[in-house]
């Protein structure tokens, strides 16, 4: 059982969730994070109240909180000392910023991920990293048909052994891959515990999304404010969306079962959902079609990512439980008790 754990970009969307798993479960917990507002900069919302959102609630609930970078080693390593794990979930997430500010991607996803694994193999600490299915590249785009919502592949499901970076790739595509190759290094060369997950669209409550990223809250949140949302592409675009907490538990089980590698982790075939199958979702859910306009794709998008699970659910013994319809309805619930944040 985890005693104590240190999780990067804590006070984030996603490892605000890995913060509150582990207080759920008794541990101490420390939420290490640089708080950022670059990207809620770009999103319209009310932007202090947002970036200190999740922090508030994680010292609610008995989260430490760490206000400092991952790419300063010391900071990293002195509060890593006497944890038992680390969860890596700080990042620069975003292709778009990624193609602007290169430098701010590679120092973060690059030299932070470094040294997040140095400090893992000084302190003798398993580690899970957080890679991005966009890893895979996207010469996908060439292999789909498309039906009226979506566009589809066979087979559905994509495994760890498909060929990575193809197609046209961004500044975030290097940046990710390289965190996900180092990751492999510190297991192959120092035998540290490390496991990578190349996650797909992950969506729930405590995300900012915007156009940046995490598409499922910005749609949500837009629908929700009656703000125009808009669609970069047909909308066909297709992801096998998982909620957060899934994302949790496949952390715990690499804590519990420490098998170290890679790991495709998505909701899989049973969550497969377009944007535009999401804009109908929302509509049902709010009663109010959203405001939808359309620009052309961009840049790096990737039109197709479906996980092939099989490999987490061998070695992990892992198995996503939330679908798409109840986790948004969860994620809506929350936007709507928080309208004063977003505007
Ligand atoms: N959200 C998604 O749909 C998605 C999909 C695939 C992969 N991922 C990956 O999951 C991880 C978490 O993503 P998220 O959506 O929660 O992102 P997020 O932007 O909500 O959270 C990232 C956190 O990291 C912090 N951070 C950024 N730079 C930092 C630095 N230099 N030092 C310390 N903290 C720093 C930010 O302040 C932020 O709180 C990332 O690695 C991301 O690439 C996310």
Redesign the pocket.
Known sequence: MVKKVLV????????SHVCEFYRQKGAEVIA?????KG?LNRTGFAVDSARDH?MNYLKGIGVEIAR????NFEELADNANGCDYIV??????AMTISWEDPRLDI??NVI?TFNVLEAARKLKIPVAC?????VYGNKINETLKETEKRYTREPVGIDETHPTLEGKITPLHAS?AAGDIYVKVYNDTYNVDAASFR?????GTR??GGED??WVANFGIRSVMDWPLTIFGTGKQARDIIYATDICEAFDAFYRTRKPGIYNIGGGEDTVLSLLECIDILEEINGQKPNVKFEPARHGDLSYFVCDISKARRELNWEPKIKPRQGIEKLMEWIKENKSIFG
């Open positions: 990067t970009g804590g006070c984030g969307f996603l490892g290490y994070d640089s708080m950022t990207e999740n400092a970078d991952v790419c890596h979930t700080a990042a620069q997430p120092n973060t932070g957080c890679a991005t299915i966009h990710k996650l797909t669209g992950i969506y995300q900012f990223h995490g």
